[in-house]
Structure formats: C-alpha cells, structure tokens
C-alpha cells in the first residue's frame, strides 16, 4: 500500500510539468499584453480583446499606446489634459492682476489665438503667424481626441446598438462615420461661412492671388497698402478655422499611426491621402495662402460630410435612405472633389501670375514667397490629391454598378472588415 504522503507528491510533480508545459509554449499560453487574446481551442469562438484589460476605449485590433498618449484613446484623459490650461488661465486672470497688473496671461495662447496684430481694431482684429500656434495645434488635437472617443462612447456606440448593431466591427464603423458625419458637416459649414467673408466666394479663383479681406479692404486701403498677395493677416474666425482643421488633421495622423481603425483595402491610398493633406495644410498656412486653403478645404469636406452619411445609413440598413443618399453623394463629390477642385488646380497653373510683381520673390520680413517654381509646387501637391480623389471616385462607381447589377449598396473597401466577429454584447470565457 503507497504511504499517504505518496498521491500529494504525484499531484505536485503532475503540476510542475504542466508549469513546465507552460513555459515551453508561453506564445500560446501567456500572450502579449499588447495583442489580443488568442483562443486556446480552434472551435472557440475567437476573441477581439484581452480579457485582462477592461478598458472599454481599445478594442483588440488597436494597439495600446505609450503612456504619454494615453489621451488619444482615453477621453477621461484628454478631459484632464484640456481642463487644466483653462483652469491656470481663469486663476491668473482672477489674481495676477492683484499681484502684478499688465502682466500677460501665459496660458491664453494654449487655446486662445495668438499674433494679434496691434494697429488692428477690436471691430475688425487681424491676426498673423505665432510660434504659439503650435502650441494651439497641440491642444486642439488632444480636442478632436476626446471628442472622437466621447461621442463614441457616449453617442454612437449605443445608438448603433440602438439600430440592431451586435458585431464589434460594425459598431466601431459606425463610432467612426458617426464622428465623420459631425465633424465634416460642422467644418463644413463653418468653412462656408468663413468663404462668405473672403473675395474668392464662390470660387472666384483670381481672388486666391489678389483681393484682401472685404472686411479689412478700407483700411488697408487707407495705409496704402496692396490689396494682392501676401495675405499674411486673417481676421480671426479664419485663423481658428484654419488651425482647427490642421488639428483635426494632426489628430487623425496619430489615429492612423496608433492603428485605432480597423484598416480598408484602401489603407495604402489613405495614408498617403494623410501625408499630403498634412503637408498642404501646413504649407499653405505658412507661406500665407490661406485663402485657396480654405477653397480646398471646402471641396474635400462637405462630399466627405454626405459619404459618411450614406454609410451610416447602409449600416442600418435603411435600404431606400441609403440609395437616395449615395446618389446625392454621388453628385456632391463630382461637383466638390473633381470640378471645383480642377478650377482651384486651373487657377495655379493660369491665375498665379496675377500677384504683383513684388510678390515674386522669397522674403520671410515681407511674407512673400510665391517665386517661379512655387506654383509648379502648389500645382503638383494639388493634383497628388486629385489623383487619390479620382481612384475613391473609380471605386464610387464601382459600387453604383454593383448596386445596379445587384440592388446592393455596398462599400467595397470594407465589405470583408465584419467576418468572423464576434457580437459585442455576448459574454466571453
């Protein structure tokens, strides 16, 4: 008969191999904590985040980022980040005055413009360049970063579920048009409004290159000055709305790097989409062609406005809405993306050379820097977006065939991005 200390010893030496067993297979066992979790079965029903962390603002296909970008993906985070310079500044304005009057506030320019111009009026400010607008660009891309993952969490995440939507996939595609539709109909109507101010509206395209503010015209007038190019010097709704969208723009680059959507077929194009918006916006902004900018910024973001719509819509599936808004669209983005876009492209190879002659050269004291090959510059950046908008305009027309052939609106992007999801609401093991 065994002692009976002897099946005790077994167990424990059972154990060990299989912590040794452990060990030797740690990829499968212990994955890393920054992948998702992998089912031990075949048959088990694959899982798309780690059961370790209970974050509910990272899925399993995103990666976790560095602590000190813990605000792109946490809007409790972001929050923290843009409460505090508002706080500082109301306290300095409430008590410096007290201690040292006339002293400036340091934490205006964190949100607030910078590079007020002085001989300008409280009727009609002007605002030039400011090495404290990166610091604006900062804060406003931790902005668009709560935004984005607020409306996820508190919006459009309950109301794709609200609409019948269980797979994860479905709802953070539905969390990102949702955000698509608000910001594009926001900015572009903002950027109408700012148009109406401006002498190029409605795509008066001599007026990129000659023509100030109609606003600022009499009293540039009065200083003598040239109402042509270099317009250096915004009235301040289009400097806000200029850095807001570089912003946007910035915050959307990080989205992409820290791979927080779920990438298309299209990924390639997209990225390089990101590149040279980036490079246009901040370009234009600094050798002070705001104004065809503006121009282009408005062909981009109202079809982007009506696309995200139309997807919304095909998500739902509301058949009949989601035709009648992707012929719309259709419509929108031919009439934005490709005719008022080549007019803006007409207007750099033929109207550049309207700006007078003293413009024509390279001077940071004066801000004049459209030289010989500049437009040739401006024209190829401007045509790389067009080419990109021509194939998204190839692929449109592809699904409008195939809903033709079929009766089936789909984005052919995407039509695989749901396949062996999970339902977000099923309980995991």
Request: charged share 15%; proline share 7%.
């Amino acid at each position: 008969m065994a002692p009976r200390n002897s099946h005790p010893r077994k167990r424990s030496a059972a154990s060990q191999l299989a912590a040794v067993q452990v060990e030797k297979d740690a990829n499968q066992y212990l994955p890393d904590l920054f992948l998702p979790q992998t089912p031990l079965a075949s048959s088990t029903t694959s899982r798309t985040g780690s059961p370790a962390s209970s974050s509910r603002f990272l899925s399993g296909s995103r990666r976790v980022p560095p602590w000190w970008l813990q605000w792109a993906t946490n809007p409790y985070v972001a929050l923290k980040l843009l409460i505090t310079p508002v706080i500082l500044y109301f306290n300095w304005k409430l008590v410096i005055p007290y201690v040292a009057p006339g002293l400036s506030n340091p934490f205006a320019p964190i949100f607030l413009l910078s590079g007020y111009i002085p001989d300008s009026t409280s009727e009609l400010p002007r605002y030039g360049k400011s090495y404290y607008d990166l610091v604006f660009l900062a804060y406003y891309t931790v902005f668009f970063s709560f935004v984005r993952e607020y409306l996820a969490i508190k919006v459009s995440q309950p109301l794709a579920r609200y609409f019948g939507l269980r797979k994860e996939g479905k709802i953070d595609r539905f969390a990102e048009q949702f955000y698509a539709v608000v910001y594009f109909a926001f900015f572009g109507t903002w950027g109408y409004r700012v148009m109406g101010q401006l002498p190029s509206f409605w795509y008066q395209t001599n007026h990129f290159w000659i023509g100030k503010f109609p606003s600022l015209l009499p009293s540039f007038l009065a200083d003598g000055a040239q109402p042509d190019y270099p317009h250096w010097d915004m009235p301040g709704e289009l400097k806000r709305y200029y850095l807001m969208q570089f912003s946007y723009w910035c915050q959307q680059f990080i989205v992409l790097v820290l791979g927080l959507e779920k990438p298309r077929k299209d990924y390639k194009v997209l990225v390089a989409h990101h590149f040279v918006t980036l490079w246009l916006v901040g370009w234009s902004y600094l050798l002070n062609l705001t104004i065809i900018g503006n121009a282009v910024y408005m062909s981009m973001d109202i079809p982007d406005a009506f696309f995200a719509a139309s997807k919304l819509l095909n998500y739902i599936q509301w058949e009949r809405a989601k035709v009648v808004a992707f012929g719309i669209f259709i419509g929108i983005w031919t009439y934005f993306r490709h005719y008022l876009n080549l007019n803006i492209l007409w207007s750099v190879w033929y109207e550049s050379d309207l700006v007078p002659e003293a413009s024509k050269q390279w001077s940071w004291s004066a801000g004049t820097y459209l030289v010989p090959w500049l437009p040739a510059v401006t024209f190829v950046s401007i045509s790389a977006l067009q080419v990109m908008n021509l194939y998204w305009y190839y692929l449109i027309w592809k699904i409008l065939i195939k809903a033709v052939i079929t009766r089936e609106v789909d984005d052919d992007r995407s039509d695989d991005e749901d396949e062996d999801e999970p339902q977000a609401n099923v309980k995991q093991d």
